[in-house]
């Protein structure tokens, strides 16, 4: 099965927002609005303080409700169409398909509430998220995954050449995203099985980032399994072995520390046997990570010395620019609105959709 990334879906055109923080400036339209009704609002007050509707009429014969908002209407679309012509949006007109040459990694993220203590700063989990960001940027056309897990394991990005993408989605990983909590690695390297989606890839690479506590008994076994299949396994230890407290935050703030059933401050420290053993059985190797550069050079070394597979992708290309659409659509409505009038006009009087005429007798 093949997977593609984000940016390369099958459809015949992509577009692309080149600018897409203007499209803040939008914001202006709901106030015009605003201030158009508060102002209409006010007049009609005004109006009614000194004369009736009838008196009105005879004084102001071919005032128009229906063309006040007509000729706001043209103006808001034209606004709105020069607001997006300045996110510069794009038209990918062909889409053609491209071979690379690189290999598959996949990277399984202990995201348990262990990997909170702060034994490292800013905590174990960001200190893996830089450690992933940084390989990332180290690679070339590799393809990447992401797998988080806890209590359970859950696919947080598939294989993918969109390395912006993977580290967007790795930003977001949290203990909240996962069910339930504990160190569940075999579901992980279960999962990471089934992302591999190219049986020709001769170098597959799964690297487990966790402080190693709460494993299973059986952990060793399924990393044999998974090692037959061809997969390298290397894994990331964060964390101390003195360890430290899990804090308990609330908003940002914190309320104190995790206990367990004795009220006891629970201490979690960093279990590397379980990762060593995990490595070894799996033709991988087991690397301290609490120094962010040590498993960066390392792992980044170990991938750029393997042998590549030419793998292909699709992608749009010969984008396009289509401001121009809607700058002269946008200039087209302005210049219609700067010759509308707000006075009746004799068709109007006939058509009166807003029973005008009926409502000044």
């Known amino acids: 099965m093949k997977v593609y990334p984000i940016q390369q879906l099958h459809n015949t055109k992509m577009y692309k927002i080149e600018e ?30 000194f004369s009736n509707g009838s008196l009105l009429a005879q004084l102001a014969p071919n005032t128009s409700t229906f063309k006040s908002v007509l000729k706001l209407t043209f103006l808001l679309i034209g606004l709105s169409l020069l607001i997006i012509s300045l996110t510069n949006p794009k038209m990918g007109t062909k889409l053609k398909t491209v ?14 509430k262990s990997m909170l203590a702060e034994d490292i700063a800013p905590n174990r989990l960001e200190k893996s998220k830089q450690i992933i960001s940084k390989i990332i940027d180290k690679l070339g056309s590799d393809r990447v995954g992401i797998i988080i897990y806890a209590g359970n394991s859950y696919p947080l990005l598939p294989i993918t050449t969109d390395h912006a993408a993977a580290k967007m989605f790795l930003q977001n990983a949290n203990p909240d995203m996962v069910s339930s909590q504990g160190t569940a690695i075999n579901d992980a390297l279960e999962l990471a099985k089934t992302y591999y989606n190219n049986d020709e890839q001769t170098n597959r690479f799964l690297i487990i980032i966790s402080d190693g506590e709460d494993h299973q008994e059986e952990t060793k076994q399924v990393a044999q399994n998974i090692s037959n299949e061809g997969i390298k396994v290397y894994t990331v230890g964060v964390g101390t072995q003195t360890g430290g407290p899990i804090p308990m935050k609330l908003n940002g703030s914190l ?10 401050t629970v201490i ?27 498993p960066v050079k390392e792992i980044a070394s170990i991938i750029g010395n393997a042998q590549k597979s030419e793998f292909e992708t699709k992608q749009f290309s010969d984008y396009k620019d289509q401001f121009q659409w809607f700058i002269g659509i946008g200039i087209l409505f302005l210049i219609v609105d700067g010759f509308f009038f707000e006075k009746k006009t004799k068709w109007l009087r006939k058509v009166d959709l807003f029973d005008e005429e009926k409502n000044t007798k």
């Open 20 to 49: 897409p923080i203007y499209f803040y400036l939008l914001a202006i339209i709901p106030a015009m609005i605003v201030v158009f009704l508060l102002t209409f609002w006010w007049k009609k007050r005004t109006q009614r303080n």
């Open 99 to 112: 071979k690379r040459e690189g290999v598959d990694v996949v990277f399984a993220l202990d995201v348990s």
């Open 255 to 264: 309320i104190g520390y995790k206990k367990d059933n004795k009220g006891q």
């Open 268 to 294: 979690t420290k960093r279990v590397s046997e379980v990762l060593q053993d995990i490595a070894s059985v799996s033709n991988g190797t087991y690397i301290d990570g609490n120094k962010t550069e040590t």
